[in-house]
């Protein structure tokens, strides 16, 4: 049913880079806080109705309400669900109805010597930061192509090529998003739905503020503190700052516009020049 024919022919209304996403609804999974929060924000600023989620109702709540002190007419659906479940998954499918944007952001991360990661702890990173995304694809995908638009985004990291030593489990389900990735926009070919990776890099959340002032001077002000460590533990950084989470939510807000409409299958860099190599 590829009826791409009819869907070049838009390409004359396309219009200039003005993004606007009214009248489309977005799902950002694990977005009550950091890089989720403000892709759900951005998604919003740009028109989307966007369905804000993490596993408590009350957290959720307050995610959602921050966001809507920020943008007055924005539409926001707190769903709470833990979406490393089965269960979770069919409850937010009956409380978010269909999507035209899913963001598979929700991700765990710790660091563990990588011989003492046991198979439990393997499993669940894999549930949690593979499976979800898997699952919620599955579910929402064919509804995107039936529709012939539709935008799916897997938050990848760097840690996805360049594998960390101090969390293994986590680089690699990393690498595994991106095949997913890959398999999934095949899946979608012709139809008008397209389906990337976004590689984050080092990021301004309140996770990893606490990790930079575990690793320097810890009185230092934020700035000074910021600058040493991308200095002594990420200097491959090109911009030599962290990345505002403010920064992803943009690239999240191009690939779900109408003007992305040739990007697929692939792997989005949004990490500062992190990674040394000119291909993700
Ligand atoms: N931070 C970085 O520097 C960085 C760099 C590259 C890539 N990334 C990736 O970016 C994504 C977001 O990272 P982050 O640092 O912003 O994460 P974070 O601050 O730890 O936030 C994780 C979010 O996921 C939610 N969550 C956790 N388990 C859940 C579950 N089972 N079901 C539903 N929601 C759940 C949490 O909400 P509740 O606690 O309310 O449930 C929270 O909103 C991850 O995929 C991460 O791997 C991060």
């Known amino acids: 049913m590829w009826n791409g024919f009819a869907r070049l022919g838009s390409w004359g209304t396309m219009g200039t880079m003005r993004i606007d996403l009214t009248g489309r609804r977005a799902l950002v999974s694990g977005s009550t806080q950091g890089i989720g929060q403000a892709i759900a924000t951005e998604l919003a600023r740009a028109g989307a109705s966007v369905v804000v989620n993490g596993r408590d109702q009350a957290k959720t709540d307050k995610a ?8 007055p007419s924005a539409e926001l659906i707190p769903v709470a669900a833990d979406l490393a479940t089965v269960e979770g998954a069919d409850a937010l499918r009956q409380q978010a109805g269909e999507l035209d944007i899913l963001v598979n952001n929700l991700g765990i991360f710790g660091a ?58 986590y680089g690699v389900t990393k690498t595994a998003l991106l095949a997913v990735t890959r398999g999934f926009a095949k899946a979608a070919a012709g139809t008008g739905v397209t389906v990337n990776s976004v590689m984050a890099g080092p990021t301004h959340t309140p996770g990893v503020e606490e990790f930079v002032n575990e690793l320097v001077d810890d009185d230092l002000p934020w700035d000074q503190a910021q600058h040493q460590f991308m200095k002594e533990h990420r200097p491959y ?37 992190y990674i040394d190599s000119i291909l993700p």
């Open 64 to 71: 959602a309400e921050a966001i809507q002190q920020e943008l």
């Open 112 to 169: 563990k010597p990588v011989l003492e990661i046991d198979d439990d702890e393997w499993r669940r990173y894999f549930e949690v930061n593979v499976l979800s995304a898997v699952r919620l694809t599955r579910m929402y995908l064919p509804g995107m192509m039936e529709r012939g638009f539709g935008r799916v985004m897997n938050i990848a990291s760097d840690s996805a090529v360049v594998t960390p030593l101090e969390m293994v489990h």
């Open 237 to 273: 950084s090109l911009i030599q700052r962290l990345i505002e989470p403010r920064e992803i939510g943009n690239l999240v807000v191009y690939l779900s516009s109408e003007q992305a409409s040739a990007t697929t299958g692939g792997a989005v860099r949004v990490d500062g020049g």
